[in-house]
């Protein structure tokens, strides 16, 4: 079964400095990892995706996040954060199905002080 | 306008009614799916379909029922509404293609007394 470990509730950071939220994932086969970020009173947006070549993947507003195979890791970065990145971040993963089945982690909320 | 468009985005009622709530897309995806979401849980799937024709239970499909009125339309309803399904219930669509993401609406808060 397929399963998403979001460690932290809280993320806390300052403007400025580079941010981390972890995700640690369990899958049989292949998987396929999303990052969705939530704002108040909104849905899930997509942020970024790997499913397979190169383990640093890039996507909206600057944020980044690195494919560790051996460490069954998927954790979304981001070099310099803002206040406006403040916001519940959350980690899916799937297999290579057609329906694509999402799994998502607890969400970790973020939160940028000025 | 919204892609995914949900509706109510707010309803109150009461323990024992029936409630339909609605979901309509115009990207043209043939996938649709409904999610809940509770604090500390995060998301977990109610059901999706694939076209028209196919509906397939998720995780927490008790208590809910869907239909696919057209590839545009996925509706979700609680047939005897109870207070623990109570919660933010999402629609969401994909594409085809591997790997497409999700693309979900904003959300109905559902609120059982």
């Known amino acids: ?50 499913i397979t070549g190169d383990n640093l993947v890039k996507g909206s507003y600057g944020f980044e996040a690195e494919f560790n195979k051996s460490q069954t890791s998927f954790h979304l970065k981001k070099p310099s954060a803002l206040v406006s990145d403040s916001a519940l971040y959350f980690c899916a993963v799937s297999v290579n199905t057609g329906f694509q089945k999402l799994v998502f982690g607890t969400g970790t909320r973020l939160l940028v002080s000025p | 306008d919204a892609d995914v468009t949900q509706t109510p985005r707010n309803r109150i009622t009461k323990t024992g009614k029936r409630i339909m709530l609605e979901c309509s897309q115009t990207k043209g995806h043939d996938r649709m799916y409904w999610y809940r979401q509770d604090p500390g849980l995060g998301l977990r799937l109610i059901y999706y379909s694939f076209d028209v024709k196919d509906i397939n239970k998720g995780e927490i499909s008790d208590g809910y029922s869907v239909s696919r009125q057209a590839q545009a339309k996925f509706s979700l309803s ?3 509404a109870i207070p623990n399904q109570t919660a933010l219930y999402f629609c969401a669509t994909r594409g085809q293609g591997e790997g497409q993401p999700q693309h979900f609406g904003d959300g109905t808060r559902l609120s059982i007394l």
């Open chain 2, 78 to 80: 609680l047939e005897s």
């Open chain 1, 1 to 50: 079964a397929q399963s998403v470990a979001q460690p932290e509730d809280q993320v806390n950071v300052a403007e400025g400095n580079p941010l981390t939220v972890k995700c640690t994932y369990s899958v049989s086969g292949n998987p396929y990892l999303f990052w969705y970020v939530q704002y108040p009173n909104r849905g899930l947006q997509f942020l970024l995706k790997y």
